[in-house]
């Protein structure tokens, strides 16, 4: 199994050298392509500092910040190798990331999830609290796997934990450049309504995802404005999927809800 690693940062020097670390430990990863978006930090310094015969650096040919979306793809664009993973530049992969991918058959497989932690760094006593782990507790047909993710609201999947062929992404036309929130579920989605998406089942967690101060998240009102957009593309999408009427009831319920939110918040806005 050959496998790039895209790496997008914005603003987060701080983090990026573990992120790369641990893409670099794992003997598979024959590249890691960072994506430097623009960041105004001291991003570029540490990028400089980075010095690995894996390592591919890349921007926008603008050297602007295009967001995750459009850095994830350019990194897509530009990976050499058939299997992709997707780190976030404050995320980092755990040694385990792929040894139970490599014995298996690939063959007719288009990707692999698996589970991943969150590590919790917003508050100090949350520090040495046990991360909650994110990911499938049960084995779902692929051809049923999106009805499933849709349907139910307590499991879903992380971009962290994907293991996914380059062919599959360039297939269904890589992230979508005009979600800034949900962009990595709407991938997901995607992926497992076209494609054959199967789980890992390392047992354990393959990644950590970190939770902090910086993440958009933390931004109540951009998130309820994202999530308004990314359901609205779905609710448009519904009648062209076969659902079931607990995944289409889902998508229109989550639409008017986050509809309302976000009309609140720009309502809010207009008199500040």
Not at 224 to 249: A, C, P, Q, V
Request: net charge positive.
């Amino acid at each position: 199994m050959k496998i790039s690693v895209v790496v997008p940062t914005y603003n987060m020097g701080e983090y990026l050298p573990r992120a790369v670390k641990s893409c670099l430990q794992i003997p598979e990863v024959l590249e890691v392509i960072i994506i430097n978006d623009g960041s105004t930090d001291q991003t570029t310094q540490v990028i400089q500092s980075l010095t690995n015969s894996r390592i591919t650096l890349l921007e926008h040919p603008d050297k602007k910040n295009h967001g995750r979306s459009a850095s994830r793809n350019l990194g897509i664009a530009a990976a050499k190798h058939p299997w992709i993973l997707f780190c976030d530049a404050d995320d980092y992969f755990l040694p385990n990331r792929v040894a139970h991918l490599i014995p298996k058959n690939n063959k007719g497989v288009d990707g692999y999830y698996d589970t991943v932690s969150n590590e919790n760094t917003t508050l100090a006593y949350d520090k040495n609290m046990p991360g909650l782990t994110t990911g499938l507790r049960q084995e779902i047909i692929p051809d049923k796997l999106l009805d499933y993710l849709i349907g139910q609201r307590d499991e879903h999947l992380l971009l962290l934990g994907l293991t996914v062929r380059k062919s599959a992404l360039v297939e269904i036309g890589g992230f979508d450049i005009h979600l800034s929130i949900g962009e990595d579920t709407d991938l997901i989605w995607r992926l497992a309504q076209r494609k054959k998406l199967i789980p890992g089942r390392a047992g354990d967690t393959v990644g950590i995802r970190t939770i902090h101060h910086h993440n958009t998240y933390q931004n109540h009102r951009l998130l309820m404005e994202g999530r308004y957009l990314f359901y609205k593309k779905w609710n448009d999408l519904k009648t062209s999927i076969t659902l079931s009427n607990e995944s289409h009831n889902r998508i229109q319920s989550s639409y008017k809800y986050y509809r309302r939110k976000s009309a609140v918040y720009r309502f809010r806005s207009f008199f500040k």
